[in-house]
């Protein structure tokens, strides 16, 4: 690890002497030479800079890219809907993006480690650590019924395209079209209490779904071991670092565009396909003055990008110090929005068939998110020739597409933790296979509470409260808050000139300063005031200690960050002031020695000695 050394001034001696900040980077500033190799000896680089960009793509694009977009475009007006989802992507989702990978690759460190830039707000670290542990705990599940559904997608008929199953009421149909002509589906079940097959299957087989929060029932058995074998999976992807991770890290994060392919082609083959295009990007104008149109575009950048989950910053971590980061993030960003964009088609076009196929209105076949991929998505395959073999595709593409994101948010995690842990300690003496094993045992112990009869109803109190836009926005805030304002945005574009030989576009430092931190605060408070209480399904309301633990849940992690402000100012001496200047003052690695000036030299503490039990590299995939 880099040895990492503060200003010789102590925590708890004040100082009155203001001492100049040295210009980092000082050396690559003169020369402009951008292919100068600036090493970092101690910290393992990709190999290839294409592992970097296939990582951030296997990490950043995942399962909201195919079942959250599309929904969000048809809701909020068709194409109309990509004019502000555009805009919040070069105000918010570019330079928040770039900032994090920027970040990384700067300090040469991920998590907590990452904010020595400016050690006051260290809470940072520690509050993307806490959502993205509640993110490997929860998202895995989405990856549990998407194996389960596969493992029952091998037989024809499939199990959920007909009734007199085991699971199946007396009132289970396969046929909606001759007595919910043209009626949502919802509408329908209330007035006909009519249960489609797919959704028995879902809630009664898959789900086993009681009463409410608080019966919690029994464990499913077979869940259990889908949850098992996931678990194992994403070990084995991480537990080497680059030397197991990189060899998959190209299949998953390519074979899910390879079946996006085969899907579209063969959706636009099916009749009724044309229709749910067209009704995907059907322009309804009036939409645009409607604010929550502008604040869900924000909210899905947010999600879409990965932004707050301090993955990106351990991503580009592992980049050689003179990589053209800039250039990535705007690579990247057109590859995350082009897929939500091509996979409107792949999903529209299905759905269009669907509609087709049952003589009601697209409208009333829509849906968004585990919906989409658990009940709309199968009852479509369903009614195709060959279903077995599209099913196996899709959640296949369901399995992969939503594995890569997982094992590299597992791994983002593991970084932060062994950068925190004491070399000395119990778990800083065990081997990284260790570490990483208690790790997934211990999300693999609190996702069995997801496996019971309650379980859905635990997975949606995660899922809208742990890592909602809420804490995702407020992480975002501060970040930019942090690097502009109390770093310094100027000194920051300073830095990466260093990093890539020219200072990237002003508008970067305008976003970082003023726009971006507007827009995440904006859409914050919007949700803050039209806060709604949680609600399953349209009909189970959650009781009121289910949101007491919610709100637990989103407060674990924003309080992180005004909370260790508070500590590090309290347990420092000296003026206000001077607390201030100590604190802010960035913790340098020896890897920027080469850019301080040689009278700043003693800023920097000796390197450590090394011994068998120090970690020399952490890896990120």
Known sequence: MAAFARPLVSETEGSGTEVAEPSVCMGLMKTGDP?????????????????????????????????????????????????????????????????EIALGQFMKQGGVATWNIAPLFKGLGLASMVIVFFCNTYYIMVLVWGLYFLAHSFTSPLPWATCGHEWNTVNCTTNFSRVCFNQSLASCLEHTGLRSSVMEFWERKVLRLSGGLDEVGDISGYMVLCLLATWVIVYF??????????KVVYFTAVFPYLVLVVLFVHGVSLP???????????????????????????????????????????????????????????????????????????????????AAEQGVDISNVAESGPGLAFIAYPK?????????????????MLLVLGLDSQFVGV?????????????????????????????????????????????????????????????????????????????????????????????????MKWCWSYFTPVVCMAVFLFHVVNYKRLVYNAVYVYPWWGEVLGWFLALSSMLCIPLTVLYKLLHCKGTL????????????????????????EARLLPKAEENKTTLLYESVI
């Open 35 to 99: 292919n100068t190799e600036l090493g970092h000896s101690e910290r393992q680089t990709w190999s290839r800079q294409m592992d970097f960009i296939m990582s951030c793509v296997g990490f950043a694009v995942g399962l909201g890219n195919v079942w959250r977009f599309p929904y969000l475009c048809f809701k909020n007006g068709g194409g109309v809907f990509l004019i502000p989802y555009v805009l919040m992507v070069f105000v918010g989702g570019v330079p928040v993006f770039f900032l």
């Open 237 to 246: 992807c991480i537990w080497k670092g680059v030397k197991s991770a990189g």
């Open 272 to 354: 009724g396909a044309l229709n749910g295009i067209i009704y995907y990007l059907k322009p309804n104008w009036s939409k645009l003055s409607e604010a929550q149109v502008w604040i869900d575009a924000a909210t899905q950048i947010f999600f879409s990008y990965a932004i707050g989950l301090g993955a990106l910053t351990a991503l580009g971590s592992y980049n050689r110090f003179n990589n053209n980061c800039y250039q990535d993030a705007f690579i990247l960003a057109l590859i995350n929005s082009g897929t939500s964009f091509f996979a409107g088609f792949v999903v529209f076009s299905v759905l269009g068939f669907m």
């Open 380 to 396: 479509a395959v369903s009614l195709m020739p060959l279903a077995p073999l599209w099913a196996v595709l899709f959640f296949l």
């Open 411 to 507: 791994e983002g995690f593991i970084t932060g933790i062994m950068d925190m842990l004491p070399p000395k300690s119990f778990l800083g003496s065990q081997r990284r296979e260790v570490v990483v094993a208690i790790c997934c045992f211990t999300c693999f112990t609190i996702d069995l509470s997801m496996v019971t009869q309650g379980g859905m109803y635990v997975f949606q109190l995660f899922d809208y409260y742990s890592a909602s836009g809420i804490t995702l926005l407020w992480q975002a805030f501060w970040e930019c808050v942090v690097v502009a304002w109390v770093y310094g945005a100027d000194r920051f574009m300073d830095n990466v000139a260093c990093m890539i030989g020219y200072r990237p576009l002003p508008y």
């Open 577 to 600: 002031m001077e607390r201030w200047q100590h604190l802010t003052t960035p913790i340098w690695g020896r890897h920027h020695l080469e850019f301080l000036p040689h009278e700043n």
